[in-house]
């Protein structure tokens, strides 16, 4: 097996950092409560479908007043097409009961993965949109593929990966989680575009270490 060398990921994920650097989610949400929404709604779907369908949502449901006073079958014409979709019109009625109105959306870790549908890793897409505190690190659908790749963590646990991430790199450097998210979108797609990324020099996947080194690499 080819042995990994030692890294400084403070300093190698620097250029990904640089790259992606205030970059908007792919939900193009307009405050807080459309991005806690919209993320509530994209588990297991699209960015695109959840963008086309936010307008009219949006138009009937345009803040967390009118989320309260709705029933879920209110929001079903809306998000019909969204996997789930009767789970998560009664998952955001009740965050809207919940908070009453925007201004009581919380923006603390603890606070938000207590509300329905909202996990660690949506808590840290909506703590992004709303400039809050960072305290944890995106591990989504790309993170889960990027970051066991480079060699910066492993495993296909996103709580794992994200307290290895949390571990490695300081905390001025979390948003390392959504570039590395881009970066999968863009560049290391399941089918990789090795040659142009910004990553090879220091990518385990694309050097052959570790466990990359078993014939994995294509």
Known sequence: MAKAPKIDWKEAIKPLLKKYK???????????????VMVVLSAQSTDKLIMDIAPKLFEAFPDMQSLAKAEPEMLYPYIDKVRG????ADWLVRIGREIKTDKNIPLT????????????KSA????????????GIIVDIHVLRVAPRLGIAT???AEKIEKQ????LPKEEWDAGMAMSFHGREICRPQPECPICIMKEV??????????SKGKKK
């Open 155 to 157: 495993g296909d646990n």
């Open 165 to 168: 991430l949390m571990e490695t």
């Open 124 to 135: 840290n897409v909506i703590k992004r949109e709303a400039k809050a505190e960072a305290e």
């Open 203 to 212: 990518c385990a996947f694309f050097n052959g270490w570790g466990e990359w």
């Open 85 to 88: 979709s009767r789970k998560k």
């Open 109 to 120: 870790m603890d606070k938000m993965v207590d509300l329905p549908g909202i996990g660690r």
């Open 22 to 36: 205030n970059k908007k989610h792919p939900l193009e949400a307009r405050n807080v409560y459309e991005m806690l």
